[in-house]
RNA sequence: GCCGACAUAGCUCAGCGGUAGAGCAGCUGUUUCGUAAACAGCAGGUCCUCGGUUCAAAUCCGAGUGUCGGCUCCA
């Protein structure tokens, strides 16, 4: 089915929320073109309000320091992003801390000089010559581009507008503030390479990140969030909550601890449970599968580079990047009714794409992944109500969590296989089951995948961060039709089902990533690996705390005994940094009572509960899966 | 894949041409304790790998691998 997106974002990655919004998409079947880098979208810098302005002067005002410093640097673009300002540069060699601490330097030295920036307009011809003689390709190329596109819209040539401010002058639409000294408390935060204009095959620029806020208290705020998010990374908390671990002879594919495998169970429990109750049919299918399954699905032709290949005794194998085709031989298997529809085949396929090195990142960009993917076939008179259901699903699941689903709808593309009449019909009823569930969405026109209209589900994280997870899509061609499907309808004809591919988590990886930094870790009792444990205070206590992890263990709830010599203080220190909802402290008191002092994550304290009611209380609490 | 940075004990990190360090964790002993760290001792390293420079390399240089921040890609 599709598959995770790659919005993998950082609150450190100040671009993240501007990169988000054009290419957050989750892999559907086939390529889907953006078109970025335009001209336009070049001299659009992003300033649209007051921050923005200033964000995007305080790229004019780094630029400058940038050239003071290296006199025939050649300028990219410098726009104004979400929390800040980049500007690309092309420099003689590789910037260093010092340098961005010397560019720190040259910008504050502007902005106590309180340049006011000028706006100035010249005819066409005279900018292209201004740029030219300064020096500055990539100021020329953009004017060309305005030049062509003018050409081809038959429109005369626009005229070339630049601002100043002292002895710098960049193209620039503007807006800016009215001078340096306008400019507020700010921060210069990375370097990084950015390719001109976004392609691989120009060159490669050196980008300096910064961030810039009216006040010193946003500014402050600012970097607290990231060390927040600092806080929170799951790749950081992984280690220290000892759930997974990534190892060099395995790049891309994390390895499960004995917790974190805990909690993948606990989650693949919770959602077979809907899919048993809502009538899906687990099966499972071979990871390692010949080329000619791929060639039949295209997958070859458009997605070899992202597979792993492999050959034995003169055959070409691949490992599956996806499940959906293989879900094909099963429902081809024998002769399908239509009253056998929908036939909802649910698979937790491994799956293993061979993701280019440098986008690996912990769980949220991984080589090998495991997906609660299921594949339907149904009649096209079965579409809506099947969608609707599914939308349940979605909230069904989140709601276990407190996440708010939001879903995007994206309708079909210009390049869209299948006869318009089946995707009108397919998109209404799409339409229809989305406005029945009574949520807001949001309409991306055309953004479905080639073969499919489709939801994807993105959801916020307690930073605000957007991830995409779940994805619903309707395919009208792929399945049915190069896999040649079909059912029997009531006048005995073969006829060809509609299919949905659906995630509900997504991959269990990234679900697993997202909900550790969701929680910074403190998992819901429900789900968080180890539930409880019990701290006997004393040696003398140790059979009692013994006797009640046997009655918990006896319901299925995950405790453990701290057993150590270590003091009660330095076990319930420890239990705190696991995050372990409940700490049960046994003492004199307790044991002859049969009673718990209950301590929880909070620093909550409840005395005197007894070893019984504490049971029932955790068992329906775990049942509840209460946020 | 591309640009840059980083890789030292299980973890977090210091050391940056001249005998490998700390805290935590671990082990041993003592301690048996009432809500976020008892005390003492011991052990622990191919300083990522390979090559080079040097009398001498964890330290400088090159290549490789991995990770991180971006870019690109992402059926």
New binding site residues.
């Given amino acids: 089915m599709?598959?995770?997106?790659?919005?993998?974002?950082?609150?450190?990655?100040?671009?993240?929320a501007?990169?988000s919004a054009v290419?957050?998409?989750?892999?559907?079947?086939?390529?889907?073109?953006?078109v970025?880098?335009s001209a336009e979208e070049l001299l659009d810098a992003g300033a649209h309000g007051d921050l923005d302005s200033m964000r995007h002067s305080s790229a004019h005002v780094m630029a400058e320091a940038v050239q003071s410093i290296f006199p025939g640097a050649q300028l990219g673009i410098g726009p104004a992003i979400e929390d800040g300002f980049?500007y690309d540069f092309l420099l003689p060699r590789?910037?260093?801390?010092d340098d961005l601490a010397a560019i720190e330097t040259g910008m504050r030295a502007s902005i106590a000089a309180d340049h006011p920036f000028v706006r100035n307009e010249v005819s066409f011809h005279e900018g292209k010559e201004l740029f030219e003689k300064m020096g500055q390709p990539f100021k020329v190329e953009i004017l060309d581009d305005l030049a062509a596109k003018a050409m081809a819209a038959g429109t005369p040539l626009p005229p070339t507008t630049t601002y100043r401010h002292g002895t710098f002058v960049d193209l620039c639409k503007g807006p800016h503030v009215a001078s340096t000294g306008k400019i507020g408390p700010f921060k210069l935060?990375?370097?990084?390479?950015?390719?001109w204009r976004?392609?691989?095959k120009r060159p490669?620029l050196?980008?300096i990140?910064g961030t810039v806020w009216s006040t010193q208290e946003d500014l402050d705020a600012y970097l607290a969030r990231l060390e927040e998010a600092k806080r929170r990374?799951h790749?950081?908390l992984g280690?220290?909550l000892d759930l997974f671990?990534?190892?060099?002879v395995s790049?891309?594919s994390a390895f499960w601890h004995p917790k974190g495998q805990r909690l993948w169970r606990t989650l693949e429990t919770a959602i077979r449970e809907v899919q048993d109750k809502r009538g899906y049919q687990e099966v499972s299918t071979p990871m390692l599968v010949h080329k000619k399954l791929?060639e039949q699905?295209?997958?070859?032709?458009?997605?070899?580079?992202?597979m792993f290949v492999m050959e034995s005794e003169g055959q070409t194998f691949s490992l599956k990047?996806?499940n959906c085709p293989l879900s094909t031989f099963i429902y081809k298997s024998k002769l399908r009714s239509y009253r056998d529809l929908p036939l909802r085949l649910s698979d937790f396929g491994r799956l293993h794409?061979n993701?280019?090195?440098?986008?690996?990142?912990?769980l949220t960009?991984v080589r090998h992944f495991v997906q609660d993917d299921a594949h339907i076939y149904l009649r096209p008179d079965q579409l809506q109500g099947e969608i609707k259901a599914l939308l349940g699903e979605v909230y069904e699941v989140y709601g276990w969590f407190g996440l708010d689903p939001k879903f995007t709808f994206g309708t079909r593309p210009d390049k869209a296989l299948g006869a318009q009449e089946l995707w009108d019909t397919a998109e209404t009823q799409i339409k229809a089951a989305l406005d029945e569930l009574g949520k807001p969405y949001r309409i991306k026109p055309k953004d479905g995948?080639?073969y499919a209209p489709k939801i994807d589900i993105q959801i916020e994280d307690a930073l605000g961060r957007e991830w995409q997870t779940a994805t619903i899509q309707v395919d009208l061609v792929m399945l049915p039709e190069r896999f040649d499907c079909t059912y029997i309808d009531e006048n005995g004809e073969a006829v060809r089902p509609m299919t949905i591919h659906r995630a509900v988590y997504g991959s269990l990886e990234r679900f697993i990533g997202v909900l550790t930094e969701h929680f910074a870790g403190a998992f819901p009792v429900w789900c968080a690996p180890v539930q409880a444990v019990v701290?006997?205070?004393?040696?003398?206590?140790v059979d009692g705390a013994r006797e009640l992890e046997a009655l918990l263990k006896a319901r299925k709830l995950r405790v453990e005994v701290d057993a150590?010599?270590?003091?009660?203080?330095?076990k319930?220190?420890?239990a705190?940094?696991q995050k372990v909802p409940y700490?049960l402290?046994?003492?004199?008191?307790?044991?002859e009572a049969k009673t718990v002092?209950?301590?929880n994550?909070a620093?909550e304290?409840e005395?005197g509960v007894t070893w019984d009611a504490f049971v029932e209380r955790l068992a329906d609490e775990t049942a509840a899966r209460r946020p």
């Fill in positions: 599709g598959d995770r997106d790659e919005s993998q974002k950082q609150a450190a990655d100040a671009k993240a501007v990169s290419d957050a998409d989750e892999a559907p079947l086939f390529f889907e073109t953006l970025r880098g980049y590789p910037l260093t801390p935060m990375t370097v990084a390479g950015a390719y976004g392609s691989e490669m050196q980008r990140y990374d790749r950081r280690v220290q671990s990534f190892h060099d790049p891309g791929w699905s295209g997958h070859w032709a458009n997605y070899q580079d992202n990047p996806m794409r993701e280019r090195s440098g986008t690996l990142s912990g960009r995948a080639f701290i006997p205070i004393a040696d003398r206590h150590s010599d270590n003091r009660m203080q330095n319930i220190r420890l705190q940094e700490m402290v046994l003492g004199d008191r307790e044991i002092a209950i301590r994550r620093g304290q005395n």
